[in-house]
């Protein structure tokens, strides 16, 4: 075990990356969070659950980063019911595995039983951009998650809003405080383009760190701090056990 990782974690999350909307940086996301806490706890305490029938982070998670383990369990028509019951029956597990990390890639879509599922995680990352085409129907998935934690009377999961595609030195975020202000969501650190990071595989496993690109080396690197310390280190729970929730909190910049 490298010095440098985190030996153990207070306990098991099962983080969610998901989204109603197609093309926000789903797939992408996961890899690039199960890349980042691979250098900051031991990679066996990471497991990837890729439900897109695309495979994506299959694909590259097993190129890339063989030392993940990835579950390819794909959510569709013919296999919803028998796949999510499987996911939901992993992430019941992993509550017994302390200083284990379930990330979820979720399929774009409307599904009820899959928002259900996604409702069991400890957080959920949403993934948009600042256009009204990506923000409307993410108020709409964010939306329907607030009633899921209302039907159970629960506060979990922590509804994280990741943007994405943001231009380089942005730091108004009013638009999307503005457009999320009655929802209880906190706001991530900015990711200037989730797709970049495709460019750092091409097929041979490589460390990214070797790659060119220092803008989504140094986004990645703040965005994993972030997870570390409000998801991992559950900051989020002394946020939200406060008696007058913030919202639109935006902890690092």
Not at 30 to 51: E, G, K, W, Y
Request: charged share 25%; with cysteine.
């Amino acid at each position: 075990m490298a010095s440098n990782k985190t030996k153990s974690l207070t306990g098991a999350k099962s983080i969610f990356v998901a989204n109603v909307k197609g093309g926000v940086g789903k797939s992408t996301l996961s890899i690039m969070l199960a890349r980042s806490l691979a250098d900051r706890i031991p990679a066996q305490n990471i497991t990837v659950i890729d439900t897109d029938l695309q495979r994506t982070a299959t694909e590259f998670l097993s190129k890339s980063n063989p030392e993940i383990n990835v579950e390819f369990l794909p959510i569709t028509p013919a296999f919803e019911n028998t796949n999510i019951s499987l996911v939901q029956q992993f992430i019941k597990q992993n509550e017994f595995r302390p200083g284990h990390v379930a990330i979820v890639d979720t399929p774009a879509g409307s599904s009820q039983r899959l928002w259900n599922l996604v409702g069991e995680g400890y957080c959920v990352l949403i993934p948009t951009t600042l256009s009204n085409a990506d923000l409307y129907p993410t108020e709409n998935f964010i939306r329907s998650m607030d009633k899921v934690k209302a039907r159970y009377g629960k506060s979990y999961p922590h509804l994280i809003v990741c943007p994405n595609k943001i231009p380089f030195g942005q730091k108004d975020f009013s638009i999307m405080a503005e457009r999320l202000r009655n929802h209880d969501v906190v706001i991530g650190p900015p990711l200037r383009d989730l797709a970049s990071v495709r460019h750092f595989y091409n097929g041979k496993v490589e460390n990214w760190e070797n790659k060119t690109n220092t803008n989504a080396q140094s986004d990645f690197k703040h965005f994993g701090s972030f997870i570390e310390k409000f998801v991992l280190g559950e900051q989020l729970d002394k946020i939200y056990s406060k008696d007058d929730k913030p919202k639109n909190v935006i902890p690092i910049r």
